[in-house]
């Protein structure tokens, strides 16, 4: 069995089959959270221009700390910096740069949704993201499996010899079952305070990835080390959080249900005034972009 082919001519251009996955996977992302937001009753002319920089942070800021977490061997190979479509994106390093990026400009662009209210809103889409993306990133780039097998399950990278464990798609299945939990927890815990999806959200998946990179990805440098303390670190949070905010539950209004409420029945208002208030404040909004 050969290895996926990781690019194609098209003409003149070479196209990176990570980065088109990358692509449709960032595609996919956003016509989601767009779709939960409105479900929530949340306007979204505005994500468009947030997601966009939100992209652009998430790539560099996974990239500069895969750099910086793999300095030795790009200290001698400064040409490969920018070489993203080999793959090397730190998905802590696209969290960290992103997730402020966007939160930032959704509270200017978007007031009335609150920062908990929107990671909660988010994280679901972050997880089912991330299974696709596994499958249509990692999976396809050079050198991406983890380590040799002579597993049944075993699978053949481009730029590795011998068959290696098919570690993308193990994490694809993981964040599907992650995704599934978040889902159940909407569903099914109405009084749920909020940020609770997005703790339980960082607890399960901080463990999977440390869980990952322990057992099947580790390497001899400090990027691995890095990636196995943030993993846990945020495993750890997140079971903390959840605990803390369940521990509160029904002290304060359940998030989903207040996001998921009308904002005309949030205002507190008879519905056709706060419609008529909506209306004006959304002229006057859309007259300042």
Known sequence: ?????????????????????????????????????????????????????????????????????????????????????????????????????????????????????AMDISAPVLMASWSLGRLLGPQLMYRGGGYRTNAWYGMYYAGEQGKRIPVPIFQSLECLAIFGILIWIEHSIKD????????????????????????WLAQPHLGSKLVEAAGLTMSASGVVAAAILWSRRGKQPAGP?????????????????????STAGGSLRNGEH
């Open 1 to 117: 069995m050969k290895p996926i082919p990781i690019q194609f001519p098209l003409g003149p251009l070479t196209l990176h089959t990570y980065g088109i996955g990358l692509a449709i996977t960032f595609w996919f992302g956003f016509r989601y959270l767009e779709r939960r937001l409105r479900k929530s009753g949340y306007t979204t002319n505005w994500l468009a221009t947030t997601f966009f920089w939100v992209v652009i942070s998430a790539i560099l800021g996974a990239r500069v700390v895969h750099v910086l977490a793999n300095t030795g061997y790009y200290a001698h190979n400064l040409a490969q910096i920018p070489a993203i479509w080999e793959g090397g994106l730190s998905s802590f390093g696209g969290l960290l740069f992103a997730i402020p990026t966007g939160l930032a400009i959704a509270r200017k662009r978007c007031p009335e949704l609150s920062l908990v209210t």
């Open 192 to 215: 749920r305070p909020n940020g609770f999806v997005l703790a339980v959200a960082a607890a399960f998946w901080g463990l999977s990835r440390f869980t990952d990179e322990f057992f």
């Open 257 to 277: 249900a207040t996001s998921a409420t009308p904002p005309e029945e949030r205002s507190g208002l008879p519905a056709e005034h706060a419609k008529a208030e």
